[in-house]
């Protein structure tokens, strides 16, 4: 009866240790001779083995007892310690109840079960482990767990039967068909002990159950939703593929977690590793008939998995035992084991081989009310816990700015099986690529690796652009809001919702430091960042991250945004490592981004650059895109938070599986003001990051460049540079307002096209504002005029704002629009007659006029009817006034709704008297002929328009339009598609800057714009 290989009858060996018990049946595999017995019997803690040595004994005298076994030699080795067998018993009572401690062992009716009661309706959970304080979680030591009673005849009382399974063997309950329900209860009983006692989340069941489907344990229901059990697998096949996984589990634990240092997962704990591989439980609520290698995969889990966490619960019928040898496994006993044996077809008889000689009954099972709210608990509290990342706090360094970039920068972002994951980015991995399905938590492990590297690193040591192509507002926080000044001191670009076109910007702008980081290099002779820091002390050479969440949508669709991005990404991602410039892209997908495919090899030469990979829970195809071919790792993530981070292009042999922290609030409330406290320390002047937000109206009030010239006040038109123009906010990093200039040239005249109302209203009066905010009291007179009746309220508002500001205006309707042009031209011609004196200062020696024109088509008809003598009509005096009027200090700003009626209005040959243009949903193709034969790619969005100005020499820029006077309007639409969070004030909402620039230092002569050469403005 020993498992000893002397075999039956011989003398009694040294007490056995779990996984090797002196089973009967287990003689076959229990070979105390094998290194995996061996190194499972050097785990097992001192007092489990001392609780099996009692087993042990009690064993032999049940043997004894039964008579059945042999010669006094088995007497001296059991009776050595001189225990009679009272107190033998007694004694394996003792300890199992001290291995079978708390909800291991406590009968079903026991108070210990009490608190998962009222747990259902929100009292507090059962266990401490299950409570999921996190000494209890780590410190948990799985014991014995009761199951039933060992008779012993003559005793009084029966011996309280535990059994070793986590960290101990398998189990292997045969029972006929008649007493399967036994079987079944008794697995159900220990699976909720087991549930209860082990810190949620740390144990995980596979179960396979092909007769009742899973209805055996349907109590544990809840817990599949919370990834603790899988789902009930039915089919062989299924059975076959968790085998598999099951067995690269093993696996990976065997090779990466023992690594021949340790025999077993709890050996290692116990030397201080911390331990974060689950407990696996195979429950086989049937015996597989499998073929030959699944067969050998399972024997394979039972003899290895104890080692690393991994269990086999088997209900096997006796004549599986029997089963022919047809190459099908059938229930043999199982490596490891402790079996479990119904005795007779009916009746309550056990034997265990633990006491083998002796019957058991099994306690009965856990009334059902218990397994449901054990399993609602336990989900609800695994549920927690994984949503409970590991803060964000534990990270952080303890002192700001300490680290210095010359060599990379490295940021830990989680916890991993040895502690805490650092990503770099240096000379071997320049680029990181991460990817996630929708929710997986990739912004929000951007957002863990923005803060950690703001606190290590100085905004002298690295610099960051930051877009987000999403329509969310994560990165808002980096930007000054209304509610909270704080801006990230690191950050040059807040990009939100950004556009396509602000993205490539973005990249252009990058692209241009690479060139200059080049020039600045050869100067010095130096080949890398490193080089130029040690060469060049003068300046600061920070480090750059570019951090673009959800990049592809920059790539769709291939249109020339996309292309000219991805030559942009390829550009630095092939050369970034030399300048210290790297790229941090974050997906969704990566597979279908044409732009990549399209052009042969662009995906590889961009993402071959990418030694860097984080793929949270995703599909397997895109595993396999985001990591390599052959890596399906971050299809088989189950929970928010975990990723698997390779640093070796994707290869499979790099992974490493990491459970990433969330930046919490507690931990940002310090760490904000720290950093702003830091900067401001450090830096006299800090200047904010430009923010762009996509979908966010583009307000005049409260745009830096429209408060410099209310700054610079009236007189910049006096004598000064030619008042400025504006319409809009550019969409790249030029300065924050666009326009043209209004100078005394031919041509120097505005006209805004399209059908949109909001928009052309929007820029017209933000166009007549801004020229207003540079002339002196009386040094402007604006005549507008509503061709259209629709557009007289949006006058009457730009007459009350300019009124009130000290200009001179008039306002008239339809019906005065002839009269007022006449006028005009009158007026153009009365300037030219006077020979433009120079005397009172004003250039061209008069004060400006501007002819604003609401719908200026509207008024054709009145304008083609006669002016004056002859055939001179109304349109022969706006053409005059167009031509002639900007010489003499006469402007027009006028909108039509399409560029053929302007273009009918001017007449034939006067199409160069409008030289800039602005035009919002004006298809490309109309445009063609008066952006003088360009391509007109842009404009037609929601809230854009492209601005064309002749004189500029440039080509027809993007801009988001100024919102109209009347934002009422513009703000709700503006505010229609944020989320909550945004409405909450991220970006400012309805009176809000929504777009918000820092001023430049010396507007306007652009000396703060980060590209040289770029005007403030296109006039
Ligand atoms: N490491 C984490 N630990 C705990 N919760 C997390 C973690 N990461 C993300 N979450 C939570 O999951 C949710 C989704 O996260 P996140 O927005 O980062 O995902 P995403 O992959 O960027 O999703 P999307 O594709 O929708 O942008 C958030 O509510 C967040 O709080
Ligand atoms: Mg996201």
Redesign the pocket.
Known sequence: MAAAPGGQGSARPAPAPVGAPSARGAGRFAVSGSRRSRALAVAVQSSLAAALAVADRLDAHADRLAGMSGGPGDDAALDGAAMGPGSVFARATELVHAQAAGLAGAGWGAPAWAGFGPAADGGAPGGAAVAGDSAARASYRPGLWRVGRVLVPGAARAVPLALPLLDGGNLRVTAPRERRAQAVDLVRGLLTRVLAAVPAGRVELTVYDPFELGAGIAGLAPLRAAGVVGPTLTARTALEGALAELSGHVGRITVDRLGGSFANLREREEAGLPRSEPWRLLVLLAWPSLPDESARALLGLAAQGPSCGLHVIAVTEPDALDAPPTGRAAAGPLPNEVALTAVGETGDRWRCSLAAGLDAVLDGPPPAELVAAVASTVAGVATAAA???PGLAALLPDGLWEFDSAAGIAVPV?FGADGPCTLGFDDDTVHALVG??????????LLTMIYGLAARYGPDQLRMHLLDF?E?L?FAQFGPREADPFFLPHADTVGMDSDREFGVAVLRHVRAEMSRRAVAMRAVGARDLRGLRANDRASSWPRVLVVI??FQVMLTPLDPVAREAVAHLEAIARQGRAYGIHLLLAS?TLSGIDALDATAGKRGSIFGQFALRVA?RTSISESRVLLSTNNEAAGALSG??QAVVNRRNGHPAGNELV????PDPDTLATLRPRLAKALAATVDAPRPPRVFVGHAPALLDGNPAFAELRQLGPGTAAGGPDPLVFVGVPLDLAPPAVGMRLSAQPGRNLAVLGPLRREAIGMLQAAVRSVAAQCPPGGLRVDLVTAGHAERGAADDLAAVLRAAGTAVTVTGTTGLAGVVTETAAEVTRREGTGGGDQDGHRGGFPLRLLVLFAADAGRAALEAPSGAGRRTGLDDLRQVTRRGPAVRVHVIGWWRGPSRLLDDLGPGHRDDFAAWVAAGVAGGDLFALAGHRTVAAGTATNRAVLFDRHAHGEPRTLVPFAPLDAGLDAADGEAGLPAAGRAGAVGGRAGQATRWPAPPSWPDGAGAPEPGRSPTSG
Do not use: M, N, P
């Open positions: 949503a409970r990342a989680g996630g399905q929708a929710g997986a938590g990739k912004s929000t492990l999403k969310g994560e969440d959800e969704q949270l928010v938070g459970r990433v922290a969330r």
